[in-house]
């Protein structure tokens, strides 16, 4: 389980907990999430979205370790962890081929489930940043910042997310 808290200026999320959640990327303060961000668009150019294949892991080393990756499935809409960078695995834990539904992340503003559905749903990225404490971390809260980002390899439907989390240590 994964919780946010006591974001500054953040809307409450309930039970005293806040987090930033949304399409804007001055949700996050990270500089790594928004030069992950920038990579993105820089891919995706005048397409709507990027492919996989467009994405070049020697173009961002410095990054892999807060990458994630997810497959996107249908009917019924779900999400498989495909890839987890070292960052993402050592707060998350391993969730390589676990789908989202059985092994989702919580926030208590929404749902790991509900943020990707949102991705699926609009196109857009979707940004979060809160105090968050992984279930691997139990007591060792960390700042979190991330962006998810769609994927296509037609152009048209998303059928990856490439997520990119950063955690900075409380």
């Not at 962890?81 to 208590?108: E, W």
């Not at 979060?128 to 992984?134: D, P, S």
């Amino acid at each position: 389980m994964l919780l946010a808290r006591n974001m500054p200026g953040a809307p409450a999320a309930g039970d005293g907990m806040e987090v930033r959640v949304g399409p804007d990327p001055a949700i996050v303060t990270n500089p790594r999430v928004l030069e992950f961000h920038r990579y993105w668009r820089a891919l995706r150019g005048d397409r709507r979205f990027p492919a996989r294949k467009d994405i070049e892991p020697t173009d961002i080393p410095h990054l892999l370790s807060g990458i994630l990756l997810l497959d996107v499935h249908y009917d019924p809409l779900d999400f498989e962890y495909r890839l987890l960078g070292d960052d993402v695995g050592t707060h998350f834990g391993s969730l390589k081929g676990k789908q989202v539904r059985t092994a989702a992340l919580i926030n208590l503003s929404s749902s790991a489930y509900r943020n990707y559905c949102e991705v699926v749903e609009t196109g857009l990225p979707q940004f979060l940043e809160g105090l968050a404490t992984g279930a691997y971390r139990q007591g060792r809260p960390a700042l979190m910042s991330r962006v998810h980002c769609p994927l296509s390899a037609d152009g048209e439907a998303v059928d990856k997310i490439i997520s990119y989390v950063a955690f900075l240590e409380k």
